[in-house]
């Protein structure tokens, strides 16, 4: 499949969410409000994704959407955008630039491309299975196959206990090198550049995760749910730089 077209348009879309998200980085009158499901969202999130689907709806009409902010239609299309305008809302709101917008596109519900941007220091990471650039030029996962050498990161620290196994989970971040919560979309996007090389998420959407996919494997990196089975349809997320540490990492936090 040609894939030109929709990579050049991943460029187009970022830059039409960027326009909403930049503006109200850092701006002290940003309103926060909790959805239902106690999950932050501001105006940037909400703007954001109107500007995408509308992109969407002009250039791609037949194409379907799926958006954390207004749902979804036309979900059975055979492609399909997922959007998460804003993943890391709470950085946002308090303008810590570890977030950052996630675009997937998926054929007949896989993912092909996946896209992660952060407007604030303008990086545009873009995978396709195959291979994964930042701004252009060529990224790969760095080659640690030891726990006791990586950069473990996550995006909150409480939530493993409440769904995974809590205790095997703080063991394995006793036998890292470096632990931090350098979290949400732009942890993997520091895997996949060979800045760290874990990165977990106990619990995700497919908004959450999406975009992930293809960007961890076109950097070389490994990607699975928490058991290490497949993360299409996944509800967590496990990254890692390299097959060998991913095998330890899965073992270590299923023991």
């Known amino acids: 499949?040609?894939?030109?077209?929709?990579?050049?348009?991943?460029?187009?879309?970022?830059?039409?969410?960027?326009?909403?998200?930049?503006?109200?980085?850092?701006?002290?009158?940003?309103?926060?409000?909790?959805?239902?499901?106690?999950?932050?969202?501001?105006?940037?999130?909400?703007?954001?994704?109107?500007?995408?689907?509308?992109?969407?709806?002009?250039?791609?009409?037949?194409?379907?959407?799926?958006?954390?902010?207004?749902?979804?239609?036309?979900?059975?299309?055979?492609?399909?955008?997922?959007?998460?305008?804003?993943?890391?809302?709470?950085?946002?709101?308090?303008?810590?630039?570890?977030?950052?917008?996630?675009?997937?596109?998926?054929?007949?519900?896989?993912?092909?491309?996946?896209?992660?941007?952060?407007?604030?220091?303008?990086?545009?990471?873009?995978?396709?299975?195959?291979?994964t650039t930042m701004n252009g030029r060529p990224v790969r996962c760095r080659p640690t196959t030891r726990i006791d050498e990586a950069t473990f990161l996550t995006t909150d620290w409480v939530i493993p206990a409440s769904y995974q196994n809590g205790p095997a989970f703080d063991a394995l971040a006793a036998r890292v090198r470096v632990a931090r919560t350098w979290g949400d979309c732009y942890g993997y996007l520091l895997v996949a550049t060979g800045w760290a090389d874990i990165m977990c998420d106990a619990i995700m959407n497919p908004w959450d995760l999406a975009a992930l996919i293809p960007i961890i494997r076109g950097a070389g990196g490994v990607i699975t749910d928490w058991q290490g089975g497949d993360p299409e349809n996944a509800t967590s997320i496990v990254a890692c730089a390299t097959p060998e540490l991913h095998a330890s990492v899965i073992a270590a936090l299923n023991p």
């Open 1 to 131: 499949m040609q894939l030109d077209e929709y990579r050049a348009f991943l460029g187009e879309l970022t830059e039409a969410s960027a326009r909403v998200i930049k503006p109200l980085f850092g701006d002290h009158g940003l309103v926060v409000e909790m959805k239902a499901d106690e999950s932050p969202v501001t105006a940037a999130d909400r703007g954001a994704e109107k500007a995408l689907r509308e992109l969407i709806r002009q250039r791609h009409p037949q194409h379907g959407i799926v958006g954390e902010e207004f749902g979804s239609e036309r979900a059975d299309a055979e492609f399909v955008w997922i959007l998460d305008p804003i993943d890391g809302t709470k950085s946002f709101a308090a303008a810590c630039p570890l977030f950052g917008t996630l675009i997937a596109l998926l054929h007949h519900g896989t993912p092909i491309l996946g896209a992660i941007h952060q407007p604030i220091l303008d990086q545009l990471l873009i995978g396709d299975d195959h291979s």
